[in-house]
């Protein structure tokens, strides 16, 4: 009994660690929808491990009812799991989650397979999955791992790892701003590579600026072969001149949007 109460009293701690909305215990205790779902899973889990199928999916379908989150009895959940605000978050049978790991609402943990068998996403220690991200298939996603807000998740993230987009890619944590030509060339042409969170670099801006830095460098090398045509004395046609980076700003649309008095 005093491990039951343990349990609960660190699942209500770690909702003050993780939603700085949570007023007092009591608020936790009767309107945390996530905090209900995980106390449901617990006693309709031990149901499906006795053998009582029926009754556990019965309780599980009253927690989906009462709380807008479904978790399958047969997942296995670690411990001071949280899932905040929850509606939507949908938990397959043979998932596995580990301790410290927090889901937020419309999260999807599936399968790919109608076969028997390991066929649901495992959550590693501290893994965080940003809203209506859907992660799909026995993938195993690694200790502190981030999952990005509407990413489809379909191949495994290694530990400590960010993953965004549909489908997902890995974000590489070191990328930065390494030259200044490609920031004046981003932002003759309107783009900017950190525009949705500023710590937080997308892969197909990291592209574009590969391609940005790319298109530089041919710049530069078309300048040198031309001074050196011309310091050799080496004749060669003119070609058409090349348009100006200056002249690709994209325009904002609001910009030509009718004002409303």
């Given at each position: 009994?005093?491990?039951i ?15 700085p909305?949570?007023?007092?215990v ?7 929808p ?24 019965f ?18 959940i ?22 410290d790991?927090t ?12 076969k028997?068998?390991k ?23 690694g200790?502190?791992?981030r ?9 495994p993230?290694p ?12 974000i ?14 981003a ?8 525009g ?7 892969p ?23 001074k050196?045509?011309?310091e ?8 058409p ?6 002249g ?12 409303h008095?």
């Amino acid at each position: 009994m005093n491990a039951i109460i343990d349990r609960v009293k660190e699942d209500i701690a770690c909702v003050f660690e993780r939603d700085p909305a949570a007023q007092s215990v009591w608020e936790v205790i009767t309107a945390y929808p996530g905090f209900h779902a995980v106390l449901i899973h617990r006693l309709s889990h031990r149901c499906w491990t006795a053998g009582y199928r029926w009754l556990a999916r019965f309780i599980s379908h009253i927690a989906r009812w009462l709380t807008g989150i479904e978790i399958h009895p047969g997942a296995r959940i670690g411990r001071r799991f949280f899932i905040d605000h929850g509606m939507g978050v949908v938990i397959g049978e043979t998932a596995v989650i580990g301790d410290d790991c927090t889901l937020y609402h419309g999260v999807t943990l599936g399968g790919t397979s109608w076969k028997k068998g390991k066929r649901h996403p495992t959550l590693h220690d501290g893994v965080v999955v940003g809203a209506g991200a859907k992660i799909l298939g026995p993938i195993d996603i690694g200790e502190g791992a981030r999952v990005g807000s509407n990413s489809v998740v379909l191949k495994p993230v290694p530990a400590g790892a960010t993953v965004v987009g549909i489908p997902g890619h890995l974000i590489d944590p070191n990328i930065k701003k390494e030259k200044a030509e490609r920031e004046a060339i981003a932002y003759r042409m309107g783009f900017d590579p950190y525009g949705a969170k500023a710590d937080m670099p997308d892969p197909v801006a990291n592209a574009i600026n590969r391609m940005l830095d790319h298109i530089h460098a041919m710049d530069q090398q078309l300048e040198t072969m031309k001074k050196a045509l011309d310091e050799a004395g080496i004749h060669y046609p003119e070609p058409p001149p090349i348009p100006r980076l200056e002249g690709c700003e994209i325009e904002d649309g609001y910009q030509n949007e009718p004002k409303h008095d």
